[in-house]
């Protein structure tokens, strides 16, 4: 959680356009892999000693966690991210645009 909270300053102060030693979106991939690891093998630990029933809640909820940060690796994966180009800058022709135009010429056409 540390190295989560590490990451969140990182890039909310925009640190990481600063500081290019380091590859940001691997070690990002990398810190919710060492976590996915860390909190699977606790909880099955946990799960395993057969303890009271707030053993197994937390078992549970540490699989959830891994679950979660799973999901997050796989978001972050820098492979699996595409780069965007520019939108284009000329004529907006989207549906608002045809429907708009549409109107206007009915309407024109109908006061005239």
């Not at 549970?60 to 978001?75: K, R, T």
Request: proline fraction near 3%.
């Amino acid at each position: 959680m540390i190295f989560a909270a590490v990451f969140f300053v990182v890039y909310m102060c925009d640190l990481h356009t600063k500081i290019q030693i380091i590859n940001w979106p691997w070690s990002d991939f990398f810190r919710t892999l060492v976590a996915v690891i860390l909190y699977l093998i606790t909880s099955i630990v946990v799960l395993v000693e057969r303890g009271n029933n707030s053993k197994i809640a937390a078992g549970v909820l540490g699989l959830c966690a891994a679950g979660l940060f799973g999901y997050d690796a796989y978001i972050t994966f820098p492979l699996r991210q595409q780069r965007h180009t520019a939108a284009p800058t000329g004529k907006c022709v989207g549906v608002l645009g045809v429907l708009l135009r549409g109107l206007r010429r009915r309407w024109v056409s109908q006061g005239a």
